[in-house]
């Protein structure tokens, strides 16, 4: 019996001129009820096009899923059409914040009018109650001047005004599954804190499980219960936040970890790599990595349980 | 957005005296002697003399404009130096029937033109796209007047279908009473009840709104389709989704309205386009409109006519390119 909810064996592709690229390849990741995990990876790691293949919204025909099932609540959304899709999960159940608050917003709507859409559309609500309930929400992200934010363009916000105007719409039909997708990535330093307690205090509030997408470990070490690191569609390390952050077993998460400055004296360390030749069948990080042997170029290394407790994909894993 | 319209407004005035300055000197370098013209073929140096004291042409060339302006301000361009008739007479005889033809062509660029580029975008790749898309480079690349004469050739021609021109069949226009409220025949027959008329104009506009409805409606639909397929790969289109809208609302209304900058300057050129066209398509079908009207004024060499022709034509664009600013100001971050 699959978790609440469940990703197995998920993969997917992208056509390109140059034939097809596998840009997503998940074991497997499980996410409770009410919790929050935490999911790291660099730029092009698949950590948006995990998002979008949860919601069923990849760019359709360039990507191709070819195996696997996403569990959730006991369905496997990637059995269900677009039809079942649309009327039963996205923005009902299932509802995604996505990176840029600059573009996530439709620029010639007001907010107002945004918030209105989704409100009519998902709980039926017309008249003065759509009003009130818009007025709800973005009390609920704690928009000062609730009533004339209403009626203003996204243009006339800032930044952080528009990630919670996005919260709002994202949550307002209450949603119990919410993908973050880096949703402070855009943001001043100081605004992200706000963003972020946000959605924790929502996540409580609301009782939500939250999949955090974000390229910064030290978000997912406060925030997440559970953490898993992303590299090239594989995901090579993954378990309780503590143990991935603090007590990294693939060399991945160590030089990410490494790469975070902990105090004014330290000096910045960069990981020296090597760089050697792509590894075709073996495993994905074997050209980057200071201590792949000639079994990394040769078999892909499966997600294991290691001596600590936390799951990793890698043969050096333990000999370190 | 008082503001906004009223900058607008002063640059169209602008834009207008330019174009008068420009006619009014074009028309006074041509190498033709308007007094002569006005006095008639076989005039006496006399006459010619009476006549350009009488078309104030003995003054100064500043005071000529000056003049000109004035006229103009009040509506007066002039006469016809064919008919002799005041030319803002003529032209508000012929006015209407264009007016219908370019209505008609309007109407289908934005009621075909928009939404055949809506369900190209929708269905990108697919036979209906290709095919809107053949059609859209077809009708833009094919000359007009070839256009009008192929339909004629079939549908007048070959199946007899339609009639080859004109506005009304000539036993109408002799049998019955023409009724005049407003001059447009079409809602004039529609509103006092001739239906016969009403049915013999519908008849007879079909052939020539088709000709010059083809140009917008290709190129609206054109345009409508590359602004949206760039719009629906926003992330605003995607987060639309993820929450669930319909792909009506987000194909519709969330990413249409994105496109209304590009699709209704569009819609606006390619009415001045329209008018320009009148032209050729008037002149093919006699349509006695004003394209018809300045085919003849020009080869009648009618300067005061052309001139008004001219004035009248910048004075559309800028009354159109008006209207379509303040179309796209919709989009509320165009207002400064």
């Not at chain 1, 949860?54 to 059409?81: E, M, N, R």
């Not at chain 2, 004291?53 to 009040?74: A, M, N, R, S, T």
């Not at chain 2, 079908?285 to 009207?293: K, Q």
């Not at chain 2, 001139?307 to 390119?321: D, K, R």
Request: glycine letters at 8%; one cysteine or more.
């Amino acid at each position: 019996m699959p978790g609440y909810f469940e990703i197995q064996n998920l993969s997917v592709g992208f056509r390109t001129f140059e034939g097809e690229r596998r840009v997503l390849d998940i074991e497997r990741l499980v996410i409770g009820r009410g919790e929050t995990y935490g999911l790291v990876g660099e730029s092009g790691a698949g950590k948006t096009v995990l998002a979008l293949t949860i919601l069923g919204l990849l760019p359709k025909p360039a990507a191709v899923v070819h195996s696997g099932s996403i569990w959730f609540d006991g369905q496997d959304l990637l059995q269900k059409g677009e039809k079942e899709l649309y009327a039963r999960y996205r923005g009902k159940r299932l509802a995604m914040i996505f990176q840029d608050p600059m573009s996530t917003l439709n620029p010639v709507f007001t907010v107002g009018q945004q918030i209105a859409r989704v409100v009519e559309k998902q709980q039926g609500l017309r008249g003065a109650a759509v009003a009130k309930r818009s007025l709800e929400l973005l009390e609920m992200v704690k928009l000062p001047d609730a009533q004339s934010t209403l009626k203003k363009y996204p243009h006339e916000l800032s930044g952080g005004q528009r990630q919670r105007v996005i919260i709002a719409i994202a949550l307002s039909c209450g949603a119990e599954f919410l993908i973050a997708d880096e949703p402070t990535r855009n943001l001043d330093v100081t605004i992200q804190a706000g963003i972020l307690k946000l959605i924790g205090d929502l996540q409580k509030d609301l009782g939500i499980s939250v999949l955090f997408i974000a390229n910064n470990v030290g978000l997912v070490n406060v925030f997440c219960k559970n953490a898993g690191i992303l590299y090239h569609g594989k995901l090579v390390e993954d378990g309780p936040s503590e143990l991935v952050i603090r007590a990294a077993k693939h060399p991945y998460t160590q030089t990410l970890i490494s790469a975070i400055p902990r105090d004014k004296s330290e000096k910045l360390k960069f990981a020296s790599t090597v760089i050697k030749p792509e590894a075709q069948r073996g495993c994905p990080y074997y050209s980057r990595c200071n201590l792949a042997e000639s079994i990394c170029f040769d078999r892909m290394p499966m997600l294991e349980t290691s001596s600590s407790g936390q799951k990793v994909a890698c043969f050096m894993a333990e000999k370190q | 957005m008082k503001k906004f319209i009223l900058r607008r407004l002063l640059l169209g005035i602008i834009v207008l005296l330019g174009v008068a300055l420009l006619t009014f000197f074009l028309a006074r370098v041509v190498p033709s002697d308007p007094a002569a013209k006005w006095a008639g073929p076989r005039a006496t140096p006399e006459q010619i003399a009476r006549a350009t004291i009488e078309l104030g042409l003995d003054k100064p060339l500043y005071v000529q404009f000056g003049k000109y302006l004035l006229d103009l301000l009040q509506g007066n361009l002039g006469y016809s130096l064919r008919t002799r008739r005041p030319i803002t007479l003529e032209l508000q005889e012929s006015l209407p029937a264009t007016i219908e033809l370019v209505l008609i062509s309007t109407i289908a660029a934005v009621f075909v033109g928009i939404p055949l580029g809506v369900i190209s975008a929708k269905r990108k790749d697919q036979l209906i796209d290709h095919l809107s898309r053949l059609f859209s480079i077809g009708v833009v690349s094919l000359p007009t007047f070839w256009i009008g004469l192929i339909l004629q050739l079939v549908f007048f021609r070959v199946l007899g279908l339609f009639p080859m021109g004109g506005q009304l069949s000539t036993e109408i226009k002799i049998t019955m009473d023409i009724p005049k409220v407003t001059g447009f025949i079409m809602f004039d027959s529609l509103v006092t009840g001739n239906f016969r008329i009403f049915l013999d104009a519908l008849w007879h506009i079909v052939l020539p709104g088709i000709t010059i409805g083809m140009y917008p409606v290709g190129l609206v639909a054109r345009m409508t389709r590359s602004a949206l397929l760039e719009i629906l790969n926003e992330d605003y289109i995607t987060a639309a989704r993820s929450y669930g809208l319909s792909e009506r609302i987000v194909l519709w209304s969330y990413a249409l309205k994105n496109s209304i900058g590009p699709t209704s300057t569009v819609v606006a050129l390619s009415i001045g386009y329209t008018l320009v066209n009148t032209f050729l398509t008037e002149s093919i079908f006699t349509w006695p409109g004003i394209g018809n009207y300045i085919a003849s004024a020009v080869i009648g060499l009618d300067y005061p006519a052309i001139m008004g022709v001219t004035i009248f034509s910048a004075f559309s664009y800028v009354v159109l390119n008006l209207i379509a600013d303040i179309i796209i100001a919709l989009d509320p971050r165009v207002r400064v």
